[in-house]
């Protein structure tokens, strides 16, 4: 069928030139005043719905079922005021036809051009609300703000309110899900990390595969997630999409819009895999959370509570540190980029791994794992005291971090971002710190190291070497040179120096101790690891990359200043709605 349409079409008392291109919806005033031609235009793939008569959904829904009107929906941007992404909202507009064969005719070829254009639209959707997350308003947020727009664009939704932990997890991973087109958790990134674990343990169930092997290629999950943010630091929302909104989290589930994201399994021998996106950390983002959890009543201010009680002690923790770099040819942490929507770094990785597929997206061809035999590089390893250690899949920006923990990671390469922040002054573990709420570089340090790869493998020193090293006091006090004295080895066991000979030298070298009365505490011998959010029960461990493991409703952040210099430069505006149609 042929998608076009042209015809006039009325606007309260106002004549315009209705176009239907097979990727467009524009309408152009049709008046001598209206000289500059302002047109706007809406990608079909961005029409929310279609609606005979004149319809509103909002404060609540009403519908004048006129003959010869009909009601477009569509995606209207604006400014966040403060993120980086751009807000989404409803627009509407109510037209009048001549007729009404017309406006049968414009009802008809919107919907079958909406069709086409957008084939991920979800029907069917799985929702999880978790009445506690964030500041405990997951409910009210579903049901005001987004429900109405789901019903609106015809989506229906089975809903379930959690009563425990883990139920969303737990209900993927043994519940029929057939007739589900997606699975929406309202909440945190906790809610988000329940449903990585439950519908990638899910999907390798029914490939046959045994995830906890790590020889598996893990398959692709073929359900896509959506987030309604509704938690405390709604990181894999802000990174996806750019801003932290559930209106704007609905449209892009609702447009079906897919993004693939990468995702780290970690693994101890014997204890169950686990999966990370945002945040692997060890070190300062352990003790953080281990702490924050004693105050989850603080709500999302419990963090900021407990980073500073953990800055304060002023911990560092030894280890060795294996990594496997990615392919420095590709990409780098430090070469100033951003993953934006439409990234052509994660575009190229796409066709790497899925290189048979003709519709290179595709979720059903098969997964190339990054590691088939001979394509591994060399480990390198590195041994020391660190403040931190954090590998993270993708930007892992967040309103704390607006740039986030590595700012030019990409959300669907096939690498992640290891950061390493070896053992400082205290002064200058906080500048480091305090770099991620701005534009400065963090890596720009001279005892912070990034690292883009493939793998990474952590060992904690055993318990006599971390005697020896209190015994001897440590490395309070000690100056950003200190750090330097570090093995960098290329080797694929890694090489160990005796971490007593080199807190000796570290020792000599001290400044004067720092914030004596709290850094001078003896640190405990090992930190705990953060993965997304939960605490992991084990120390050592080996984690993997897997590129484009599932696909989230979202886009990645969209860059609204070119989007609005495009605007201002182009006749056809996405987005310049008169005021009247607002
Ligand atoms: C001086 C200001 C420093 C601000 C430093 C901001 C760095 C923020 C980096 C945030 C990165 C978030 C990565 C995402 C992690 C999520 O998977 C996970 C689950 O939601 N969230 C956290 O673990 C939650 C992690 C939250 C970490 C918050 C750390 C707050 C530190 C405050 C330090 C204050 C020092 C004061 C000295 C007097
Ligand atoms: N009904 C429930 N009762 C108790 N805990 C729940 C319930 N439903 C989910 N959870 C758990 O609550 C934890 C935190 O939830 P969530 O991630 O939604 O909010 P948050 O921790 O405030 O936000 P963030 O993770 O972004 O910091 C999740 O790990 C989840 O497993
Ligand atoms: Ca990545």
């Known amino acids: 069928m042929d998608l076009g349409l042209e015809s006039s079409l009325w606007v309260g008392n106002k004549r315009y030139r209705a176009v239907l291109t097979g990727w467009h919806f524009r309408w152009t005033e049709v008046d001598k005043k209206n000289r500059d031609k302002k ?8 029409v929310v719905g279609v609606e005979e008569g004149r319809v509103e959904i909002l404060p609540q829904k009403s519908v004048e079922d006129t003959d010869k009107d009909f009601t477009v929906f569509y995606v209207k941007r604006s400014s966040s005021g403060g ?10 507009i109510q037209f009048s036809c001549a007729s009404r064969v017309l406006r049968d005719q414009w009802t008809k070829h919107l919907r079958t051009a909406l069709k086409t254009h957008s084939p991920l639209r979800p029907h069917r959707l799985l929702v999880f609300i978790n009445p506690f997350g964030g500041k ?9 703000l987004v429900a109405p727009l789901f019903e609106l664009a015809g989506i229906s939704s089975h809903v379930i309110v959690t009563e425990r932990a883990n139920q969303a997890r737990d209900h993927l991973l043994k519940k029929d899900l057939t007739g589900f087109d997606g699975v929406v958790c309202v909440g945190g990134d906790g809610m988000f990390s329940e449903l990585l674990h439950g519908l990638i343990g899910r999907t390798q169930q029914e490939a046959g595969l045994c995830e906890n092997d790590p020889a598996a290629a893990l398959q692709p999950c073929p359900l896509h997630i959506g987030i309604i943010p509704a938690g405390s630091t709604d990181c894999v929302c802000y990174a996806t999409v750019g801003v932290i909104d559930p209106v704007t989290s609905a449209l892009h589930i609702i447009i079906g819009d897919s993004q693939p994201l990468d995702v780290c399994s970690v693994r ?3 204890a169950r895999v686990r999966y990370s996106v945002s945040l692997l950390g060890y070190g300062f983002y352990g003790d953080v959370l281990a702490e924050s959890e004693k105050h989850r009543w603080m709500g999302p201010l419990r963090y900021d509570y407990s980073g500073t009680v953990v800055y304060l002690s002023n911990r560092s923790y030894s280890g060795v540190v294996q990594y496997l770099p990615a392919d420095p040819l590709l990409s780098s942490p430090r ?4 993953c934006l929507a439409g990234c052509s770094v994660c575009s190229r990785s796409t066709e790497r791994l899925f290189p048979h597929s003709s519709d290179s997206g595709s979720l059903y061809s098969s997964h190339f794992s990054q590691f088939s035999p001979g394509s591994e590089g060399q480990w390198v390893s590195v041994e020391g005291r660190f403040r931190c250690i954090s590998l993270t899949c993708m930007s892992s920006s967040c309103a704390r971090s607006p740039l986030g923990l590595s700012p030019s990671a990409h959300l669907a390469d096939g690498t992640g971002d290891l950061v390493l922040v070896w053992d400082t002054h205290p002064l200058g573990f906080l500048k480091f710190l305090h770099r991620h709420t701005s ?7 001279p005892f912070v190291e990034v690292h883009r790869v493939k793998a990474v493998r952590f060992s904690a020193p055993s318990g006599r070497e971390e005697q020896e090293y209190e015994e001897i006091g440590g490395l309070s006090g000690e100056t950003d040179e200190g750090q330097r004295e570090y093995v960098d080895t290329v080797s694929r066991n890694g090489s160990r120096q005796h971490l007593a000979e080199r807190a000796v030298t570290h020792e000599q070298k001290t400044a004067t101790p720092f914030l004596c009365g709290l850094c001078c505490r003896k640190s405990p011998a090992v930190s705990v ?5 939960e605490i992991l029960p084990f120390t050592d461990i080996v984690c993997k990359i897997h590129g484009q493991l599932v696909r989230l409703y ?5 860059d609204g200043a070119a989007i609005r210099n495009s605007e201002e430069r182009d006749e056809c505006q996405r987005i310049c709605i008169p005021n009247s149609f607002k």
Do not use: M
């Open 268 to 270: 101890q021998s014997s």
């Open 83 to 92: 993120s980086y992404g751009l807000l989404w909202r409803l627009g509407r």
């Open 39 to 46: 047109t706007v235009s809406v990608p079909v793939a961005e």
């Open 554 to 558: 979202a886009r990645g952040i969209e």
């Open 136 to 144: 405990k308003k997951g409910r009210q947020i579903y049901h005001s």
């Open 439 to 445: 534009t400065q570089d963090q890596f720009d340090l």
């Open 335 to 338: 070469d100033k980029t951003r």
């Open 529 to 533: 690891w953060n993965c997304d959010g």
